[in-house]
């Protein structure tokens, strides 16, 4: 059974850092592709940033700049660091896996089949 578990999650002020962890299990070898969504209260799932088996990424604009997205395919773990937080950044955190190749862009929630339950992160002013 496939199963995603995020952790790292917590409460910062504003232009501080947090690391993101997503543990994976279930998975015969490393699942093809990776990402990071958020979600604010009473909004749709954003889409953050994903990454490939290879270790290719790509970002919104919304992580751009301030979140660096990384894999541990031994290990099976997806981080998401994230520097210069605001207050905006505040939200659920969700990673999720796909075995499948789907490049599409911008990011959507349809195109991953398995999902974390998210951390919580809360940013001060």
């Known amino acids: 059974q496939v199963r995603l578990a995020e952790s790292g999650g917590g409460s910062v002020q504003s232009g501080g850092s947090l690391r993101l962890s997503c543990e994976l299990s279930?998975?015969?070898?490393?699942?093809?592709?990776m990402g990071w969504f958020r979600q604010h209260p009473g909004k749709e799932r954003e889409g953050l940033v994903d990454?490939?088996?290879?270790?290719?990424?790509r970002y919104t604009a919304s992580a751009s700049g301030r979140f660096t997205i990384s894999r541990d395919n031994a290990q099976n773990i997806l981080y998401l660091q994230m520097s210069s937080l605001k207050p905006e950044d505040t939200a659920m955190y969700y990673c999720a896996a796909d075995e499948g190749d789907n490049s599409h862009w911008p990011l959507r929630v349809q195109d991953f089949g398995s999902w974390g339950h998210g951390t919580q992160v809360t940013v001060s002013s």
């Open positions: 990454i490939d088996t290879f270790g290719r990424a």
């Open positions: 279930g998975y015969t070898g490393s699942p093809y592709h």
